[in-house]
């Protein structure tokens, strides 16, 4: 690391009610994560000493669509009253209130932290509820993560440095993307890595109901294809296997192992290849661990095919199940150009 950079994560946390991670950019999320019934507070921030952060507040959750229920705005109350939103900073719709006002945000947070932590921001006619508890520990962290503590721009117990003073996020790890368009398969190519693939699974051992084992594969390169088959299965998750190999014959396989290019703390380094699947556009490949079978919380990461490997270009975690997001929104521990 260059010397002046902030230190980058990864990083994930729970302190009581809220949840914050922080990738190897330093940019961090945090929201409530306990008992909101769908009434939710998100900040997000960015290192260094641009302010480059935002705060939405919203209603609705994968069990009640926002469509179905009234508009937040006006019921939104702090110490029994309503919460008061200046339109000029404000990104106001029914059930989101959003700003990216630096002056704005950092005011609202700081306020809050200070309240005790049996505080909350509740609904009003409503079962919503924003609870603090746990807020101050989290906003800290980012604090501590991103380097401000003692600066002007700390969200907690801020000091006397300037702004200027705040470490810079590390550059963007970059990845070569392969040259697209890449060939799709013909349909002999097609054919021939299906019955190799069959013949895998069917020396394979696992133990999963042969009748329900599946066999994909997808193109990598002008030369290069992915085969995935099903092997072990669970109430919510498939394990796949994975194998590298050239689009004709005579194949020559590699079996696939991944592994995350961090230590993350009290994880295995090594990724369960779990409900496994290659998204052809982006040219991606893709696992995602559920949590539970409803999909809203897990582990997913995403890879492209480089030089011979995979190299992590994503990885998004969400450990609470609460109903409010899929994998595509949850945060973020690791980017990649």
Same mark, same amino acid.
């Given at each position: 690391?260059?010397?002046?950079?902030?230190?980058?994560?990864?990083?994930?946390?729970?302190?009581?009610?809220?949840?914050?991670?922080?990738?190897?950019?330093?940019?961090?999320?945090? $929201?409530?994560?306990?008992?909101?019934?769908?009434? &939710?507070? /998100? %900040?997000? =921030? *960015?290192?260094? +000493?641009?302010? @480059?952060? !935002?705060?939405?507040?919203?209603?609705?959750?994968?069990?009640?669509?926002?469509?179905?229920?009234?508009?937040?705005?006006?019921?939104?109350?702090?110490?029994?009253?309503?919460?008061?939103?200046?339109?000029?900073?404000?990104?106001?719709?029914?059930? $989101?209130?959003?700003?990216?006002?630096?002056?704005? &945000?950092? /005011? %609202?947070? =700081? *306020?809050?932290? +200070?309240?005790? @932590?049996? !505080?909350?921001?509740?609904?009003?006619?409503?079962?919503?509820?924003?609870?603090?508890?746990?807020?101050?520990?989290?906003?800290?962290?980012?604090?501590?993560?991103?380097?401000?503590?003692?600066?002007?721009?700390?969200?907690?117990?801020?000091?006397?440095?300037?702004?200027?003073?705040?470490?810079?996020?590390?550059?963007? %790890?970059?990845?070569?993307?392969?040259?697209?368009?890449?060939?799709?398969?013909?349909?002999?190519?097609?054919?021939?890595?299906?019955?190799?693939?069959?013949?895998?699974?069917?020396?394979?051992?696992?133990?999963?109901?042969?009748?329900?084992?599946?066999?994909?594969?997808?193109?990598?390169?002008?030369?290069?294809?992915?085969?995935?088959?099903?092997?072990?299965?669970?109430?919510?998750?498939?394990?796949?296997?994975?194998?590298?190999?050239?689009?004709?014959?005579?194949?020559?396989?590699?079996?696939?192992?991944?592994?995350?290019?961090?230590?993350?703390?009290?994880?295995?380094?090594?990724?369960?290849?779990?409900?496994?699947?290659?998204?052809?556009?982006?040219?991606?490949?893709?696992?995602?661990?559920?949590?539970?079978?409803?999909?809203?919380?897990?582990?997913?990461?995403?890879?492209?095919?480089?030089?011979?490997?995979?190299?992590?270009?994503?990885?998004?975690?969400?450990?609470?199940?609460?109903?409010?997001?899929?994998?595509?929104?949850?945060?973020?521990?690791?980017?990649?150009?």
């Amino acid at each position: 690391m260059l010397p002046g950079l902030a230190f980058a994560g990864p990083a994930q946390q729970q302190f009581a009610d809220w949840l914050v991670t922080c990738n190897n950019q330093n940019f961090c999320q945090a $929201r409530n994560v306990s008992h909101h019934h769908g009434l &939710i507070m /998100a %900040l997000s =921030r *960015s290192a260094g +000493a641009k302010d @480059d952060m !935002s705060l939405r507040i919203e209603l609705g959750s994968l069990y009640a669509p926002p469509t179905k229920l009234p508009a937040i705005n006006g019921r939104l109350l702090w110490h029994g009253k309503p919460l008061q939103l200046d339109k000029k900073a404000w990104q106001i719709t029914p059930h $989101r209130v959003k700003t990216t006002n630096p002056a704005v &945000i950092t /005011a %609202l947070v =700081r *306020s809050l932290v +200070a309240e005790p @932590d049996n !505080s909350s921001i509740t609904l009003a006619h409503a079962q919503g509820s924003i609870s603090l508890d746990g807020m101050k520990r989290a906003m800290a962290f980012i604090d501590a993560m991103q380097k401000r503590q003692g600066n002007q721009s700390a969200w907690v117990e801020p000091g006397v440095l300037p702004p200027q003073r705040t470490p810079p996020a590390p550059g963007l %790890l970059a990845i070569d993307k392969p040259e697209l368009p890449i060939k799709p398969l013909s349909a002999k190519e097609l054919n021939d890595l299906l019955d190799y693939g069959s013949w895998r699974m069917a020396n394979s051992r696992c133990s999963m109901d042969p009748s329900q084992r599946e066999v994909r594969v997808a193109p990598l390169s002008g030369n290069k294809a992915i085969l995935m088959v099903s092997c072990e299965s669970g109430a919510y998750n498939v394990v796949d296997l994975v194998w590298v190999l050239n689009r004709e014959k005579p194949f020559h396989a590699r079996r696939i192992h991944l592994r995350l290019p961090f230590n993350w703390e009290d994880h295995d380094r090594d990724v369960e290849l779990m409900n496994t699947r290659f998204d052809d556009h982006d040219q991606v490949f893709i696992t995602l661990n559920k949590g539970r079978g409803f999909a809203d919380c897990g582990v997913t990461t995403r890879w492209r095919y480089t030089d011979e490997q995979f190299r992590l270009v994503r990885l998004a975690s969400q450990p609470v199940c609460d109903g409010q997001e899929t994998a595509d929104a949850w945060p973020t521990l690791w980017v990649a150009n």
